[in-house]
């Protein structure tokens, strides 16, 4: 009898769940053609999904100008965890509860979005954005697009220019290849302890991007999803010897007390640091609160592989990912055309401004976008900086596909295993290339 | 060190031999002495981070990792205290999490307690495997299951609640596990005795078994408290909007804003461990010593 | 096992009642317990062999999820750092914590501090615990490779920063952490032994450790059970410790199970795969446990 009832409840809740299951796999079909910038005389409000709220204005931001330009479309921000901002969104929308629009955090996850259906094809509001708004081609698969890229990140070379001072060494030129730049942070590192300075020559974060984010951009014919991972060779070497040599703090003490590269850089521990772009509005925002201490700085292309991409004459090559808003396309039929306007104002010029305002780099790029951004206080206005952030040639740090994430998880762990010097880049990197054998490109 | 100590002090508890030579007593002083310095050994060494924790609590952000470790700040910042409740939300995250603590513990002891009765005192076909089933669930990883389990919360509209915590917590296999235990170290005479003076099995778990079991009771409700208060990845999933938020979410979620600013971090940790470190305190002397003789007489 | 009432009659209706008493006790748990977490459990079996998504359907796939497991070298890996975390873990605080509640189940001063003390790490967040015993374990900078640099010890362990290392790290914290925790059960176990039994043990001319073999530990044997169970089943699930200490790393020297079913299932959204490892995981635990259990049934006979 008990055997039954319990049998009994079992197979209800497991129908309930089957059916639930299936109704919650949306169709992916195109939306009905509609003119981006029609938008309903009645009063809309849509959802947008942005994380710490508190302490990233840009969403605010996002949501205000359109307003502003859009009386009758409310914008709701919904917060979510920075760190853990795609399990939760892989919850909710998995549950049938996430927000209107959200935003792809970063190209590594953007993949199981789309391959899930997850994304509203967008390809009638991205036609009628520049061309030459950087990551479009990002969130393209198969010619369909399906997010709007609003911001696009780029690595630079951060530098303290007193530091160099007290060291009596000639700032960056864009110049630089990386060659140059290991010597330059030896020389820094020397010099500055002679002067008493416990500073060191230059600081690189822990993160796995921060060398192979390089590699893959500036290397010629690399590619992450050969799994073939020799590309990552020259790049480590340098990186292990920069540690070895002392002219930067060892990838163990970096993680077991926790530094955090804004302190790193911005109380003066450091005389260079290469970092991404939205590292600016950090940095001034600190130096106003104190955080940071009050020091003359200036950003400088990045090194390169080699010097046929260095000088002013030519276009230096970066990574750095787009990052962009898309549609849920379980979103009620009558908001989409506010949404898709929603989508087409963060691509374009206004939205740009409004963000290079606030020390973000947008993914539309003009002469009006950069002299807003160098309008703000604070920046460095000489012209290696306005160099450094109009003219780069940025590569994605992740490819679009299936066994993404996958390698760079791989990658992650061949990074930890190199930088903590428990194993070889040699056998590191063969070892990363077996599993990646073995465990993703072919499944 | 710990046996012949433990032996010791184990002879040393139970007095009442009655023959008090000069050697044993010698024996028995050197044995206490012993004890307390393992005693202040162990305390040390698990005290140790905890005072580094403190110490940091009243630095500036700069002196905290410093190298070399600095035990002592150089000036106590009490103002960090003061400083974390303007910059973080904690009043609503202790209010939370107070509230999550209370009603899970509650709802566990109670049907906790209940079901383990049924489960050792009551025989009847299928209690074993099903018991089991309970024991296997706590064997299966939160994480593999959290999706379905969140897409069936949703569906039931509890998710971004206060009640998605307590549907997940208060009916947990632990609790039932833990009593079943102990309810199987009383011994079945005490309630033939009752059953013969005509007690209904209920009134024998209300007015035998529970009142026996009040340590085991005792040690669910610290557990259950602290296990809630502990709790990180079902806040993260289930409570979403900041004013839901319990202490650990409200922890991570300050160091990832604020992530230079250790001095203030290690001021929340401590502030998050201090409720529960003074309900202990206070409480376990009744926690933990339960009702000295109770013990089966006959 | 505690005898049941023999001496009434037989019979199915007895039975019945027996049923309807136990399910009448048991049901204000199990219906919350049933909806709550037996049926996702069921459904994640369910998961296991398909190749779900999060996303869309499950298109079952057979044992295909299995297969690919056996031949996963990070499984492997996973597998074999779980069971050296376990084999050390499980002793070891067994025996710390059984030797903490034996010792502070007296009335020695300051008893009630040292407890609350044992049980402080367990109250702890566990992000605070991480970055405390990093930076302890930091092998230029740390206290703990002063110390042993003091003490004459020329190459100190990289600990968190080496490969080898590291699992060591993370056990010593993990007994650190939980020791107090099953201090407290061992104590209150110990406490509803009847001083009679040692009373009478003493009478017979038993001296300390006899008494402890003859009364504490079969008296504390329903405790005992409980807390290996526990402690068996919490160190093959173990896992906010490593993510936040270490991370699995360096390289995968700390990688263990519940980090293998979360980077496949949440990093890189594979969930039928991780559910088919779940599987695996909840395998090993249950087939622990019984065994456990068994020993523990002869036992009592």
């Keep these: ?443 | 060190m710990a046996t012949s100590t433990v032996t010791t002090l184990v002879g040393d508890l139970h007095p009442g031999s009655g023959r008090s030579r000069a050697p044993r007593s010698a024996r028995r002083r050197i044995g206490r002495l012993v004890g307390y310095v393992a005693l202040v050994i162990a305390a040390v060494g698990v005290l140790l981070p905890f005072f580094w924790m403190l110490m940091s609590s009243l630095k500036t952000n700069n002196e905290v990792f410093t190298i070399p470790v600095q035990w002592i700040p150089k000036t106590f910042v009490w103002q960090n205290y003061v400083e974390i409740w303007q910059k973080s939300d904690m009043t609503t995250w202790l209010k939370n999490t107070m509230i999550l603590s209370v009603v899970v513990t509650f709802l566990q002891v109670f049907t906790g307690s209940f079901a383990a009765y049924g489960f050792s005192k009551v025989r009847f076909p299928g209690r074993d495997a099903l018991f089991l089933a309970y024991i296997g669930t706590i064997a299966v990883p939160w994480q593999a299951y959290m999706i379905p389990q969140f897409i069936l919360m949703s569906k039931l509209h509890l998710s971004n609640t206060l009640w998605a915590i307590i549907a997940l917590q208060a009916f947990g296999a632990f609790g039932v596990f833990l009593m079943k235990q102990f309810y199987e170290t009383v011994p079945e005479d005490l309630s033939e005795a009752a059953r013969i003076d005509g007690l209904s099995e209920y009134g024998i778990w209300r007015r035998i078994i529970l009142p026996l079991s009040v340590p085991a009771i005792a040690s669910l409700t610290l557990l259950t408290i602290v296990n809630t208060w502990n709790d990180y990845l079902g806040p993260l999933i289930y409570l979403r909007s900041p004013e839901l938020w319990t202490i650990q979410i409200g922890l991570k979620t300050f160091i990832s804003q604020y992530n230079a600013e250790y001095a203030l971090i290690m001021t929340g940790s401590v502030l998050s461990v201090l409720p529960i470190a003074i309900i202990f305190m206070l409480g376990q002397r009744y926690f933990v010593e339960g009702i000295a003789t109770s013990g089966v007489k006959g | 096992m505690s005898s049941t009432l023999t001496a009434r009659r037989p019979g199915s209706s007895f039975k019945r009642r027996n049923t309807l008493l136990g399910w009448s006790f048991i049901l204000p748990n199990f219906v919350g317990f049933a909806i709550f977490t037996l049926i996702p459990v069921i459904w994640l079996f369910y998961i296991a062999f398909t190749d779900w998504n999060a996303f869309g359907k499950a298109n079952w796939v057979g044992v295909a999820n299995f297969t690919r497991l056996i031949g996963d070298s990070s499984f492997h890996v996973a597998l074999k750092n779980t069971l050296y975390y376990a084999v050390f873990h499980i002793p070891l605080t067994l025996a710390i914590s059984l030797a903490l509640a034996l010792l502070l189940n007296s009335k020695l001063k300051g008893v009630a501090f040292f407890r609350t003390a044992a049980f402080f790490p367990y109250v702890t967040s566990i992000v605070a615990i991480a970055v405390v015993w990093n930076m302890l374990f930091s092998p230029d900078t740390g206290p703990i490779n002063q110390l042993l640099r003091a003490l004459g010890v020329d190459n100190p362990p990289g600990w968190t920063t080496s490969a080898d290392w590291s699992m060591p790290a993370v056990i010593v914290v993990g007994t650190w952490r939980e020791m107090g925790y099953y201090m407290l059960l061992f104590l209150a176990g110990l406490q509803t032994i009847p001083r009679q039994l040692y009373e009478a043990a003493r009478m017979d001319g038993a001296n300390a450790w006899q008494r402890f073999r003859n009364v504490t530990v079969p008296s504390l044997r329903p405790t005992t059970f409980f807390i290996t169970v526990m402690l068996t089943i919490g160190s093959f699930k173990v896992f906010d410790l490593i993510l936040v200490m270490t991370n699995g790393g360096p390289g995968q020297s700390t990688l263990v199970l519940s980090q293998f079913i979360y980077t496949k299932g949440f990093m890189e959204n594979q969930l039928g795969y991780a559910s088919s490892s779940s599987i695996v995981l909840f395998l090993i635990c249950i087939s622990v446990t019984v065994v456990q259990f068994l020993v523990n049934k002869r036992r009592d006979a």
């Excluded at chain 1, 198969?142 to 530098?159: E, T």
């Excluded at chain 1, 950003?299 to 390169?304: D, K, L, T």
Aim: include cysteine.
């Design chain 1, 1 to 443: 009898m008990n055997r039954s009832i319990a049998t009994g409840l079992g197979i209800a809740a497991a129908v309930t769940l089957a059916l639930a299951g299936c109704s919650s796999s949306p169709d992916t079909g195109t939306a009905t053609t509609s003119s981006s910038a029609g938008v309903t005389a009645e009063p809309v409000t849509i959802s947008l999904a942005g994380w710490s709220l508190a302490t990233t204005p840009e969403f605010q931001t996002l949501a205000d100008a359109f307003h502003a330009a859009n009386p009758n479309v409310t914008v709701d921000l919904k917060e979510y965890d920075a760190t853990n901002y795609d399990t939760q969104m892989i919850a909710d929308l998995a549950a049938g509860s996430a927000p209107d629009l959200y935003v792809l955090k970063n190209l590594k996850n953007f993949f199981t979005y789309e391959d899930g259906g997850q994304l509203l094809d967008v390809s009638d509001v991205t036609s009628t954005l520049d061309s030459g708004t950087s990551g479009l081609d990002a969130y393209t698969v198969d010619g369909v697009s399906y997010a709007v890229p609003y911001r696009q990140d780029s690595w630079y070379l951060y530098y303290n220019k007193d530091l160099f001072d007290a060291a009596g060494i000639a700032y960056p030129d864009g110049s630089w290849t990386w060659d140059d730049y290991v010597s330059t942070a030896k020389e820094l590192t020397t010099a500055l302890a002679a002067s008493g300075s416990p500073a060191l020559g230059t600081y690189e974060h822990t993160w796995q991007s921060v060398v192979q984010g390089f590699a893959l951009a500036q290397t010629s014919g690399a590619d992450l999803l050969s799994g073939d991972f020799s590309y990552l060779k020259p790049y480590y070497d340098r990186a292990v010897a920069l540690q070895d040599s002392g002219a930067q703090v060892t990838f163990g003490t970096a993680t077991t007390n926790s530094l955090t590269y804004q302190a790193q850089f911005g109380t003066q521990q450091a005389a260079m640091m290469p970092m991404g772009s939205w590292y600016v509005a950090t940095l001034l925002a600190q130096q106003v609160t104190g955080d940071a201490n009050t020091f003359t700085w200036g950003i400088a292309p990045i090194p390169q592989l080699d010097s046929s991409t260095t000088g002013l004459d030519k276009t230096p090559v970066t990574f750095g990912d787009p990052t962009g808003i898309g549609i849920n396309p379980a979103i009620d039929e009558s908001k989409i055309d506010a949404a898709k306007a929603f989508l087409a104002f963060a691509g374009g010029e206004d939205a740009a401004k409004a963000l290079a305002a606030i020390g973000i780099t947008p993914a539309y790029a003009s002469d009006v976008v950069t002299a807003a951004y160098f309008g703000l206080t604070g920046v460095p206005t000489d012209d290696l900086s306005k160099f450094a952030f109009s003219t780069h040639d940025t590569k994605p740090e992740n490819p679009v596909s299936s066994s993404t994430a996958g390698i760079q998880n791989i990658l992650s762990d061949a990074h930890t295993a190199i930088m903590s010097e428990s194993q070889d880049v040699d056998s590191a990197l063969s070892d990363a290339a077996s599993r990646a054998a073995n465990e993703v490109l072919n499944q």
